[in-house]
């Protein structure tokens, strides 16, 4: 579009041309012979690289000139023809340092600026700090524009309209970089007014939408336009997969999965606008602490894992209804250990341990991420820590909590000591289950002169023990062990 509009200016410039001489025209009067001819020669230079330096060499030569602002505007559009963007920002800077109100220059430069913004890179920031206060004085002035009396009804209306769609669309990026996302979503709908294909604005704005809170639900169908139209324009699928993977994400986010989204984007590629807001059929995904309240709501506390309960618990002071599902989760930890008189026993994940302390984790999450939720004061010093990383038994009285950062503190620690186990004798079915379990007679053997039996071995046991796999081997241990 910036290219478009400097071959306006340039075309409205070529139409007429300045004279030596006073007559009852329009048309500029140059007086000065020489100065008439530096203009017509550099004017009339076929290559546009070296008509833009004659250009700029006169308005140096001649500051004063009725036509100084004529010449750099000249100069400004030979640049593009040549396609040096960088002489075009050059020349633009130099016409807004005598003429700070010049409109063609401010949307030139506004323009030129939000391309080298959307590339990215160290040029980026820079360049929208120059746009942004351009763009917001170009929507002032605008609209007091007069038509230049060498300018068309119809380039002036052209023009007009693609700087008023320069300015709206730039300052709808400087506002949703500063995440004034209402005053973004005004902008870039007023731009897309005057040109609805606009890829930049069109995405832009879908992330204004999508950025709101609440979220405007008019942004979906925007970032789905958005991939339909760089499929379309761009020549690379970079673009398409940036723009995909943004809008699928929200809608993700927003919806829970990703049911719909593929219908919302082929909907767009052939719609022009958005449908009626009540149209849209997008229920929003419950939210964590909406989660946490329907869990009490459809479950008992008693029921629920150790990790519901520390999840409803986070969520403790997200609102009143959330609230009451904790005080139901604590009430229910604190009947299981009947007010402080019993102890709970639970698996934890060594993080860190002194003979007074262990700083742990409970669930599977924590476990994982070596992240503390509980941090246990021991009733007694510990005479061997244990190791960080180990998983340990722990029995004590959960005394409470915080929920964020969720950390339970738990009193009256111990170590769980389980019960050596009773090495009591094997009975026949004991082998026998043991035989048809895979255990193979050598080891079963091996077990039997461990434990010993209490059985005695007749022929009708030695029938039923030799179907069920022994061996002679197996069966003279048994022999042995009940002698």
């Not at 405007?216 to 673009?239: H, M, V």
């Not at 860190?352 to 004061?377: G, L």
């Amino acid at each position: 579009m910036i290219f478009t509009m400097l071959a306006t200016v340039s075309a409205a410039f070529c139409t007429q041309q300045p004279t030596l001489r006073k007559d009852n025209s329009n048309q500029k009067v140059i007086r000065d012979p020489a100065e008439y001819n530096a203009y017509m020669a550099a004017l009339r230079i076929q290559d546009p690289t070296q008509r833009g330096a004659a250009m700029e060499a006169f308005a140096r030569n001649y500051p004063d000139s009725i036509v100084y602002l004529d010449a750099l505007e000249q100069a400004m559009a030979a640049h593009q023809q040549a396609g040096n963007q960088a002489k075009v920002l050059e020349v633009g800077r130099h016409i807004l340092e005598t003429h700070p109100h010049n409109l063609r220059a401010q949307a030139i430069i506004v323009a030129i600026d939000r391309g080298t913004a959307a590339n990215g890179g160290p040029a980026a920031q820079a360049a929208m700090k120059e746009a942004c206060p351009y763009a917001q004085r170009g929507l002032e002035e605008l609209p007091r524009w007069q038509r230049p009396e060498n300018m068309s009804e119809a380039d002036f209306e052209s023009l007009h309209r693609q700087m008023m769609d320069i300015f709206a669309g730039a300052s709808g990026l400087c506002a949703l970089q500063n995440k004034d996302y209402a005053n973004a979503r005004t902008y870039f709908e007023r731009a897309l007014q005057i040109d609805s294909n606009n890829l930049q604005n069109v995405y832009q704005l879908g992330v204004a939408d999508l950025e709101m809170n609440p979220v405007d639900l008019n942004g979906f169908w925007y970032c789905a336009k958005a991939i339909s139209l760089a499929e379309r324009q761009s020549n690379t699928q970079q673009p398409v997969n940036r723009i995909a993977d943004y809008c699928k994400s929200k809608y993700t986010s927003y919806h829970g999965n990703e049911e719909g989204w593929d219908g919302i984007v082929a909907r767009a590629a052939t719609e022009r606008v958005p449908p009626p807001k009540d149209a849209w059929n997008i229920n929003k995904a419950p939210t964590p602490a909406e989660l946490a309240v329907q869990a009490v709501r459809d479950n008992d506390p008693a029921n629920l894992s150790f990790s519901d309960w520390e999840f409803i618990l986070s969520k403790r002071d997200a609102s009143t209804a959330n609230k009451n599902a904790a005080d139901k989760v604590w009430q229910t930890i604190q009947a299981k250990e009947k007010n402080g008189q019993a102890k709970l026993k639970l698996a934890i994940k060594v993080i860190s341990a002194t003979k007074d302390t262990i700083h742990a984790a409970v669930t599977d999450e924590n476990q994982k991420a070596n992240r503390e939720d509980i941090e246990v004061f021991m009733e007694k010093p510990i005479s061997h820590l244990p190791a960080a990383g180990s998983i340990i038994d722990i029995m004590g009285v959960i005394q409470s909590y915080t929920p964020n950062p969720f950390k339970f503190t738990m009193n009256q620690g111990a170590l769980f000591q389980t019960t050596p186990a009773v090495h009591t004798q094997l009975s026949e079915p004991d082998i026998e289950k043991l035989l048809h379990g895979g255990v193979t007679p050598k080891r079963a053997a091996e077990l039997v002169k461990q434990k010993g039996v209490d059985f005695t071995l007749d022929d009708a046991t030695e029938g039923r023990l030799r179907e069920a796999g022994a061996t002679d081997e197996l069966l003279l241990a048994i022999t042995k062990a009940k002698k």
